[in-house]
Nanobody, 121 residues
Framework: QVQLAESGGGLVQAGDSLTLSCQASERSGMGWFRQAPGKNREFVASINYAGSATEYTESVKGRFTISRDNLKRTSYLQMSNLQPEDTAVYYC??????????????????WGQGAQVTVSS
């Protein structure tokens, strides 16, 4: 059983930056998903355990960066140039699949509690 502890989130203005953190209790691949009001949860970014492979959804490429520090068992989602359409609850997720970076919800077995990110225009 992997336990996840998310931190970060908040209210920012368009163009600002924000970093989300997620600490995992066990060795795992990590991903970030988000759910905007009235929409389905969608994939944002993922990273394998080694940190050698990453995946991003098209809308965040060039603005968001996923990274990890395995000594701290923590994954980070650095978000820059945030826009109102990035407003959502952001969830970190962990998977026992560690080789690659995965972008399907079904690949993840464990989920964080979610962090609200609100971007005002």
């Amino acid at each position: 059983q992997v336990q996840l502890a998310e931190s970060g989130g908040g209210l920012v203005q368009a163009g600002d930056s924000l970093t989300l953190s997620c600490q995992a209790s066990e060795r795992s691949g990590m991903g970030w998903f988000r759910q905007a009001p009235g929409k389905n949860r969608e994939f944002v970014a993922s990273i394998n355990y080694a940190g050698s492979a990453t995946e991003y959804t098209e809308s965040v490429k060039g603005r968001f960066t996923i990274s990890r520090d395995n000594l701290k068992r923590t994954s980070y989602l650095q978000m820059s140039n945030l826009q109102p359409e990035d407003t959502a609850v952001y969830y970190c997720a962990a998977t026992t699949y560690v080789v690659d970076a995965y972008d399907l919800e079904s690949d993840y077995q464990y989920w964080g509690q979610g962090a609200q990110v609100t971007v005002s225009s």
